[in-house]
């Protein structure tokens, strides 16, 4: 069992800069899998991207790759989001999830069993 923190959104204008943290505690932080996603008011959650065990791979959806930028850091538990050029668009509550290693890579909600509470990143234009 891990829990998830975010922590980081805001409120900036189109065209500026935000970095999301998601700190995790009660669990080996290196034995997980962990994505970003997000869910805009009325909307489906949806895939933003994932990073592997040890940073050493990524991916992103199609509308945030080049823009936002996944990282982390396993000596402090926590995984980042690093979001540039933003858009109204990304306006949405962002969540960070994990998925244990022995169940692989995702770019699906369904597939990942931990999830922190959400933070609220909105872009005015």
């Known amino acids: 069992q891990v829990q998830l923190v975010e922590s980081g959104g805001g409120l900036v204008q189109a065209g500026g800069s935000l970095r999301l943290s998601c700190a995790a505690s009660?669990?080996?932080?290196?034995?997980?899998?962990m994505g970003w996603f997000r869910q805009a008011p009325g909307k489906e959650r949806e895939f933003v991207g994932w990073?592997?065990?040890?940073?050493?791979?990524?991916y992103y959806a199609g509308t945030v790759k080049g823009r936002f930028t996944i990282s982390r850091d396993n000596a402090k538990n926590t995984m980042y989001l690093q979001m540039n050029t933003l858009k109204p668009e990304d306006t949405a509550v962002y969540y960070c999830a994990a998925r244990k290693s022995d169940y692989g890579i995702s770019d699906s909600g369904d597939d990942y069993a931990y999830w922190g509470q959400g933070t609220q990143v909105t872009v005015s234009s």
């Open positions: 990073i592997t065990l040890s940073g050493g791979s990524t």
């Open positions: 009660g669990g080996t932080f290196s034995c997980y899998n």
